[in-house]
């Protein structure tokens, strides 16, 4: 029997990568990806060459009984384009099945940009929220924003470049001049910690329209900046 190893690789810096992953990498059998070629370039950087499976989110329902075939066997590791995997990514349904199927589940930690915006951001991190990526249509983004900015809780999320005017319009509207960070391309060349309000930060994007990868991060309703 097999060990399904969850595999967090870069969010942008190679470098940031563990020695742990590598080593895990280097000796699985099988490596199930988001996306088979954006790995085998990571592969490929560290001097890696493994077997690959594509496990994403239009195919997973379909992989499962073919990874879980592979976990009688061997080992088997599991990576996202970056990140950890199965955290807004492919990998749910897989973990969830070699857990009720017996298979050990192993955790190899690393770069995560929800954690990595949290903690850059001056905002309370003793408890949050992550909410993913938010809903598309208006009314249910408005009803998630205005639940969340209830909520004594920092929380977090990841945004597009192209919506993210949008859902500050929505919370400059629902939660008004509440302290937030919005974290950009993270651990890349470009990157940046925009702080401000849902309005200031509207304004700014609409004279510089964002790029890259964004990381939402908004205080809860009781923060002040005076808060210890």
Same mark, same amino acid.
Request: no cysteine; hydrophobic share 45%; charged share 20%.
């Given at each position: 029997?097999?060990?399904?190893?969850?595999?967090?690789? *870069?969010?942008?810096?190679?470098?940031?990568?563990?020695?742990? $992953?590598?080593?895990?990498?280097?000796?699985?059998?099988?490596?199930? $990806?988001?996306?088979?070629?954006?790995?085998?370039?990571?592969?490929?950087?560290?001097? !890696?060459?493994?077997?690959?499976?594509?496990?994403?989110?239009?195919?997973?329902?379909?992989?499962?009984?073919?990874?879980?075939?592979?976990?009688?066997?061997?080992?088997? /590791?599991?990576?996202?384009?970056?990140?950890?995997?199965? !955290?807004?990514?492919?990998?749910?349904? !897989?973990?969830? $099945?070699?857990?009720?199927?017996?298979?050990?589940?192993? *955790?190899? *930690?690393?770069?995560?940009?929800?954690?990595?915006?949290?903690?850059?951001? +001056?905002?309370?991190?003793?408890?949050?929220?992550?909410?993913?990526?938010?809903?598309?249509?208006? +009314?249910?983004?408005?009803?998630?924003?205005?639940?969340? +900015?209830?909520?004594?809780?920092?929380?977090?999320?990841?945004?597009? *470049?192209?919506?993210?005017?949008?859902?500050?319009?929505?919370? /400059?509207? /629902?939660?008004?001049?509440?302290?937030?960070?919005?974290?950009?391309?993270?651990?890349?060349?470009?990157?940046?910690?925009? %702080?401000?309000?849902?309005?200031?930060?509207?304004?700014?994007?609409?004279?510089?329209?964002? %790029?890259?990868?964004?990381?939402?991060?908004?205080?809860?309703?009781?923060? %002040?900046?005076?808060?210890?």
């Amino acid at each position: 029997m097999g060990t399904l190893y969850l595999v967090a690789t *870069p969010i942008g810096n190679l470098d940031d990568i563990t020695l742990r $992953a590598v080593h895990v990498l280097e000796s699985a059998p099988l490596i199930a $990806a988001e996306d088979t070629r954006h790995t085998l370039k990571l592969l490929t950087h560290f001097g !890696l060459r493994r077997p690959l499976i594509s496990l994403h989110a239009h195919n997973e329902a379909r992989q499962l009984e073919t990874i879980l075939n592979r976990l009688e066997q061997h080992d088997v /590791a599991l990576v996202s384009d970056a990140g950890t995997p199965a !955290l807004s990514d492919p990998g749910v349904r !897989l973990v969830s $099945a070699a857990v009720a199927a017996g298979y050990p589940v192993v *955790p190899v *930690p690393g770069p995560s940009a929800v954690l990595a915006a949290l903690v850059s951001s +001056g905002l309370p991190t003793n408890q949050f929220t992550f909410l993913g990526f938010l809903p598309r249509k208006r +009314g249910e983004l408005e009803r998630v924003i205005k639940d969340a +900015g209830e909520a004594k809780r920092t929380f977090v999320f990841f945004e597009s *470049p192209h919506r993210v005017q949008k859902t500050l319009a929505i919370m /400059a509207s /629902a939660l008004g001049p509440r302290s937030l960070v919005v974290a950009r391309e993270i651990t890349k060349v470009h990157e940046e910690f925009l %702080r401000g309000t849902p309005a200031t930060l509207l304004e700014h994007f609409a004279k510089s329209p964002p %790029r890259g990868e964004l990381t939402v991060v908004v205080a809860g309703s009781d923060w %002040r900046a005076s808060d210890e």
